[in-house]
């Protein structure tokens, strides 16, 4: 593997969650591979599990880890042909050639603006660093795309399915906050790749990109799309037609047990008690969610293991 | 050793005090028994030796360590049952089950609000943890108590006192801000588990919690309570009856040499230079609040290594 | 060596830059050295080169890292005698003495006020912690000093010569903002300790210390210093004479492919586009920047290579 930008970076979908799975079981098997190599983790905004789990993925390869909040030194410049007399300090060029003589692989998180639909889809932060860089970058969640969390959840079904093609609902939530897409367009694409049923439920004016949906079943009727899930990923995201708009925080989307029945179910967390999903489901022996969360070290370690591979 | 949130978790008082004045004569002898071993170290609040000291007791270990400012990710919600429609972003019921797979200790500091005193009481953020965790907790300094502290000061005791059963008082003083009782209260309680002659002096209004100094000797003269010491610790506590209030920064109840005489004199840091105690006397050979933020090291990793040998 | 606060700490020139040149084709040669060993990093200021640049030295020769942001913990006091009554929450000398015992090496970052010149050439912040401290100093640029960053340069100068003795000019670049004199004041002192022919060029009224430019050559015509250069060191500070002001924002005085005309091109990065130089420059083959911050890696790892080898 190059780099994981995006869940396209995946050469193959079951021998990598399997490889996953297998880490898992032994995490440290492979702890000489990273002996001499440098993961450096660039956070452009906060990060709890993603920080956390990335971390010691890295570590667990045996990787030194070095990590920045971009917050502790400066603004950078994304634009070509600025003249910076302004509020930024250093380029982009520079910024990410000299980290990258630092680190033999780069690992950035970059939320979207929320506000300009077409730069946040150009993902200009991101690919800033794969275009400037001279490393592999691994993507910790970006405007658009949150793969390794994608790669996680797949992962979690695997270990969880009990039938060979589990029927898989992302059913949008409310939430107080306008949130990105991208935890469901990585989600969404993860689950064209996989064997599953799967179907999109949420309000109308909630449609993720067509160019990511394709022909995945969107159902706006939520009872209708989760008759008979064996996987319920419930998530909020705000609206992609209105772009960064909340256009509805009704909370008959909340996810509850009645709704859920006996499916499992999931979220990337953070998650919001009682306004995305009920205690009583969170609570219960079927929310995976801990388990998701757990997955995100072997998600990353894989990743990680796959792209050392690769520099040899 | 099961987790050390307070000092009633130690099982032999003399015993941890002699095996972790052992391992500051050879601090790398266990360096072995961290492998693959993770400390997760959480942040609510500021701190300088105890993170610095923590960090190095857990390498010392050859432990991996990862720091996670709570800040730089989202505020946490401790409410059972509330409703996370506004300023919170994930339960702690989440959070920590998350963060206890990414760890095999999670070390925590959260200070009290000095507001609200039976929330603090009730160390809602550091039970919180222990309630949630799956993993072992340590207290970096919580509402209420600073166990590592506590201990380190018993290790520098045991190392200077020239008599078998030295006495020990515990002096109240000024300060501009309104600081926590934890310091006071950890070594009030560590001072009646170790054969120490223990006493107790600051003005009226200042008693600590009687439910923690039960029979220890209050005295509201300060002269009368330092005659004859071997060991002074002073320390500033806003007031616990009136809670969270400064009552007094009477300037008279700053520790002098005329009033130390020959005595050691302790205090935890950070210390306001001639607020709690003059140059003269920090500046003094009784001063041993160098050598007391040196055994903070040895205090960590004595508690780290008893609970990494109870994970076997 | 015993200490790295300034470039006067260096024995030999030559021996210095030839053993970082080494070190850099074999950056794990000595990577049993640090074993046991512990560097501390200070950041009172932003950082992004140093910072993970010094963390990379420091873990190439096996060392333990601690990084401690300062305004994670509180202010520090440094004036003696004051009554601590106030925003300081710790004395330098407590602060430096108790990190000493964490630390085999301290590195710091202090940035001048550019208010109060006769304090910053006091050298406050670091001269504090040469006092105060019981282990060896690294400068990570202080006040009125940067030099890693110098030794970084030489090395840099060193690799690319192609003449015994080649002509180096530092040359004056405009700034929105009032910069330090640090970098401008280190490479001023390397070049008259290395086998160069060396001149600087400014506007009037931006001389440096003459107590550092000493016999240098100034010229206040940029053409005629930059005559047959062999590289050109573009840089902003803000004026010595009135400390701390910006006298001067001459676009004329950005450095150009035209004005460069074959030499290399030097900058200490981080570097403002089109105002202290153009693209066309940055982006040619006679920029060398990307090349002078890979070498800040083995400045540092000789400085804690030769400080190391102290401490035994």
């Known amino acids: 593997m190059k780099k994981y930008t995006n869940i396209d970076d995946i050469e193959s979908f079951p021998e ?5 799975i ?4 032994n995490p440290f098997a ?3 591979l990273g002996t001499h190599k440098t ?3 660039l956070f452009f905004n906060a990060s709890l599990r993603t920080r956390l789990s990335t971390e010691k993925a890295a570590k667990n390869l045996g ?3 070095m990590i920045l909040n971009v917050n502790d030194a400066w603004n950078l410049e994304f634009e070509d042909g600025s003249i910076m007399n302004f509020n930024t300090t250093e380029h982009i060029k520079e910024a990410a050639q000299v980290i990258s003589q ?3 692989i780069i690992a950035v998180r970059a939320f979207p603006s929320l506000v300009d639909k077409e730069k946040d889809a150009s993902e200009w932060i991101l690919n800033s660093f794969v275009k400037h860089a001279t490393v592999p970058i691994i993507n910790m ?3 658009t795309m949150h793969p390794l969390q994608a790669l996680a959840d797949a992962i979690t079904i695997e270990e969880l399915k ?3 093609k589990p029927k898989v609902v992302l059913s949008w939530a409310p939430h107080p906050k306008a949130l990105p897409q991208a935890v469901a367009n990585s989600f969404v694409k993860m689950m064209q790749h996989i064997d599953v049923d799967f179907y999109i439920t949420h309000p109308k004016g909630y449609e993720l990109n067509p160019a990511i949906t394709l022909d995945t079943p969107i159902l706006y009727d939520q009872n209708e799309a989760l008759e008979g899930a064996d996987f319920v990923y419930a998530k909020n995201w705000s609206s992609y037609s209105e772009y960064g708009k909340i256009l509805n925080q009704d909370s008959n989307w909340m996810m509850t047990q009645e709704k859920l029945k006996t499916a499992k179910f999931m979220h990337c967390l953070p998650v919001r008690r009682n306004v995305v999903v009920t205690d009583a489901v969170l609570d219960s022996s079927n929310s995976v969610v801990i388990q998701q969360a757990n997955n995100r070290t072997f998600a990353a370690q894989i990743v990680l293991k796959k792209i050392l591979e690769n520099l040899y």
Chains 1, 2, 3 share one sequence.
């Open 16 to 20: 990598i969650i399997q490889e996953a």
């Open 22 to 25: 297998q880490l898992k079981e």
């Open 30 to 32: 492979y702890e000489h």
């Open 39 to 41: 993961l450096i983790m």
């Open 63 to 65: 990787m030194q880890v």
């Open 102 to 104: 630092y680190a033999d």
């Open 141 to 143: 969640e970006s405007a």
């Open 162 to 164: 009990k039938t060979k």
